[in-house]
């Protein structure tokens, strides 16, 4: 059974930094890409930020410059590196393991931005 | 940016009846297309990708249809646990998501 489990959500002031991890199981991790799908408080769902099987990364203009994906395959293991956060950010964060996009998500974890 | 407009907004039907979903693109995603399920406080649930094909486990009565810019999911007879949001998404040029449609129990 597929399975990914995110954490490290928490509140932070605008302008930290913050770091979610996700931990996969029930399939070849390093096999798949992967993504970081978000969604604000009673909003629609907005696309992150996706890693290639080698690491090859790719990100929303909203994050560009201020988030980094990466993975650890020994780990099994998916990454986001959040800096330079601001109340926008704000959401829940998804991992979701991508075969022709999205396919399976883990429960997410929320992220709140305030001071 | 590919825009993907969903309509209706909210869609209030009874269980057993037919429900009707669209989507449209603002350019030719091709078949590049899928649809989830998201009921409140769960992560969403992917059902049909590539505008047709039903993902593992999801029940013959979801079906996809259409391509370049015009889709719909159609729920045959609905089913109680069936009320929820409805997003659409394309990967044609990276991914963007539709709006959401709020299938309600009328």
């Excluded at chain 1, 390093?30 to 604000?40: G, L, T």
């Excluded at chain 2, 309509?7 to 009707?20: K, V």
């Amino acid at each position: 059974e597929v399975q990914l489990v995110e954490s490290g959500g928490a509140l932070v002031q605008p302008g930290g930094s913050l770091r979610l991890s996700c931990v996969a199981s029930g399939f070849t991790f390093s096999s798949y890409r992967m993504n970081w799908v978000r969604q604000a408080p009673g909003k629609g769902l907005e696309w992150v930020s996706h890693i290639s099987s080698s690491s090859t990364t790719y990100y929303a203009d909203s994050v560009k410059g201020r988030f980094t994906i990466s993975r650890d395959n020994a780990k099994k293991s998916l990454y986001l590196q959040m800096n330079s956060l601001r109340a926008e950010d704000t959401a829940v964060y998804y991992c979701a393991r991508d075969y022709n996009g999205p396919d399976y998500w883990g429960q997410g974890t929320l992220v709140t931005v305030s001071s | 940016e590919i825009v993907l407009t969903q309509s209706p907004a909210t869609l209030s039907l009874s269980p057993g009846e037919r429900a009707t979903l669209s989507c449209r693109a603002s350019q030719s995603v091709s078949s590049y297309l899928a649809w989830y399920q998201q009921k409140p406080g769960q992560a969403p649930r992917l059902l049909i990708y590539d505008a047709s094909n039903r993902a593992t486990g999801i029940p013959a009565r979801f079906s996809g249809g259409g391509s370049g810019t015009d889709f719909t999911l159609t729920i045959t007879s609905l089913e109680p646990e069936d009320f929820a949001v409805y997003y659409c998404l394309q990967r044609t040029n990276w991914y963007t998501f539709g709006q959401g449609t709020n299938l309600e129990i009328k």
